[in-house]
């Protein structure tokens, strides 16, 4: 048993039984307070019952990339694949980029995710760990809910590791959730002995004050301090790095590497995959010494890093942050620069790294990025293309272009539901000069997160907006303009000729047989005058189906 896990006899008890009778757990808490050490505990027992383990670690770098997460956690039973029903099969695929479809429906994204999970479980049982779940992509953390409340009579157990103070699909769920506390005194005095024995009754005083019964804190504190500080014949830092100063313990000791290794540490930080051979072609950029692996084992062997064959992970979450804490604005921008160099492969990703690489504008790079964003909507991952082309508009020299980007963004935005970052990308964009189909969609995102009853003048107003729109080539803003002003007369009496010119502003559109959107304007706008209309295209569209 891991030393970080002394006091925590209760928690491994609910953690084992877990993964005895399956269900799912989410584990929360401050950093360093032992949920990956009770994680690893779960692992290690799953093994030894001879129980399959499928695990995802979120990356903050890779929370952009939309079911980045799943794919990680999926990866060696897509074999299996082919035996999913063609729906879930097919939306799976798209949502990993594997075809080019219409953006996956989330439902069954999750249906194939269980289902691929419950066929894995079948002979001796499955354990599914999501560590660092915050930083999980938001339609991993969707599918991942999604399965956690399904999971029933199957032997698959999921436990989640989820940082307090982040929002997550996980920790708004619903699910069964074990909260860890610090250590008591009694446990904290017992693992800072086995730790370090000889301590001084003054300095083994001070640390166990200061760490507040954080675990990883007591763990790494007497490492993070000088021999003379230990023995007491020096003072100790008037502030010990714990908690959240904790990463200054970390990066204290990656500054006694090498400087070929600090190099290769902050690509493998940087970088949103633990691919080994990613971090060294990475590295040796420009610079092939810095490619050489056993600058790597240097880090491995001072306990900061796991390196197998292919694949290099960090200890603890913190010492990624602290790396990319500790180096200067230029160094991060070079590591990704590098990055962005062997990715020519992965376009997604050689955009949001090159994206990190820019100090101002770059209107290539904004226009890569415009296409990652564009992939990851196809995709199904609209947070991640809001994020994409908020980066592009700010990577955009062209004005034309940042307003048409942080637009399209705040489009998206209102469709995920998130007023507040609508209100921010507006308030962007209305200081540019924006062209008339931009100042167009300003006008009905607005009308429709601040939702009220405009008069007269103001609807016959938006009606010639969807004409114009229309005019302009752009079908969709239109129909959302003319949707718009159709629900307002639904709403409110405007009188017979603001419905009248809805009217006519739809059959400037197509007919009812073009498109159904146009069958529920013309129902919301005008559903005395034109509801036999309506009725009869509705009826005999159903009887067609059912030929």
């Not at 019964?213 to 007591?218: E, Q, T, V, Y």
């Not at 492969?345 to 504008?361: C, F, L, N, Q, Y």
């Amino acid at each position: 048993m891991s030393p970080s896990l002394v006091g925590r006899m209760l928690e491994i008890d609910g953690i084992l039984e877990l993964v005895r009778s399956g269900g799912s757990l989410v584990v929360t808490g401050p950093p360093g307070i032992g949920k990956s050490s009770l994680l690893h505990e779960a692992e290690h027992a799953a093994r030894a019952r001879g129980m399959g383990v499928l695990s995802a670690i979120g990356v903050q770098s890779e929370a952009h990339l939309p079911y980045a997460g799943l794919h990680q956690l999926l990866r060696p039973v897509l074999d299996r694949i082919d035996r999913l029903p063609p729906p879930q099969r097919d939306a799976i695929q798209a949502a990993f980029g594997l075809r080019e479809a219409e953006p996956p429906d989330l439902f069954l994204v999750g249906l194939g995710t269980l289902n691929l999970l419950t066929d894995e479980a079948t002979n001796d049982g499955l354990l599914v760990i999501a560590e660092d779940a915050q930083w999980l992509d938001h339609g991993t953390g969707e599918v991942m809910a999604f399965v956690a409340r399904r999971l029933g009579t199957d032997p698959v157990s999921l436990l989640i590791a989820l940082r307090e103070g982040h929002e997550s699909p996980l920790s708004v769920a619903g699910l069964s959730e074990m909260r860890l506390e610090g250590l008591d005194e009694v446990a904290a005095t017992e693992l800072l002995g086995e730790l370090a024995p000889d301590l001084p009754a003054s300095v083994r005083d001070r640390l166990l004050e200061e760490s507040a019964g954080n675990a990883l804190a007591l763990v790494e504190l007497p490492a993070a301090l000088a021999s003379d500080q230990l023995a007491g014949a020096a003072p100790l830092p008037v502030v010990l790095p714990i908690t959240e100063r904790l990463e200054r313990a970390f990066a204290s000791r990656v500054q006694e590497l090498r400087p070929e290794t600090r190099a290769q540490l902050l690509i493998a930080a940087l970088n949103d995959s633990g691919d080994l051979e990613e971090v060294l072609r990475a590295s040796a950029v420009g610079d092939r010494k810095l490619g050489d692996l056993q600058t790597l084992e240097d880090a491995a062997a001072s306990g900061l890093v796991d390196l197998d064959p292919t694949t290099l992970r960090f200890r603890h979450p913190l010492v990624r942050s602290a790396i990319v804490q500790m180096v200067s604005d230029a160094d991060r921008r070079s590591a990704h620069e590098r990055l962005a160099d062997v990715l020519v492969d992965d376009p997604d990703r050689r955009a949001w790294h090159r994206a990190a690489s820019i100090v101002g504008t770059d209107d290539d790079v904004a226009s890569q990025l415009e296409a990652a964003a564009a992939r990851a909507e196809r995709r199904g991952g609209i947070a991640t293309a809001v994020a994409g082309l908020e980066r592009a508009a700010e990577l955009s020299g062209d004005v034309g272009a940042r307003g048409r980007r942080l637009m399209h963004a705040a489009d998206l935005a209102f469709e995920l539901g998130r007023r507040d970052l609508v209100g921010r990308l507006l308030q962007r964009a209305e200081l540019l000069e924006l062209g008339e189909l931009e100042r167009g969609r300003m006008t009905w995102i607005q009308e429709m997160v601040a939702p009220r009853i405009p008069g007269a003048a103001e609807l016959q107003s938006l009606v010639h907006l969807a004409d114009r729109s229309r005019t302009l080539d752009d079908q969709d803003l239109a129909m959302d303009v003319l949707w718009l002003v159709a629900q307002r007369c639904y709403w409110s009496a405007p009188g017979g000729d603001i419905r009248a010119e809805v009217i006519k502003a739809a059959a400037s559109l197509g007919s009812l047989d073009d498109d159904p959107r146009l069958v529920a304007i013309v129902a919301y706008a005008a559903p005395i005058e034109r509801g036999t209309a309506v009725v009869d295209h509705v009826s005999r569209a159903v009887s067609d189906h059912h030929e």
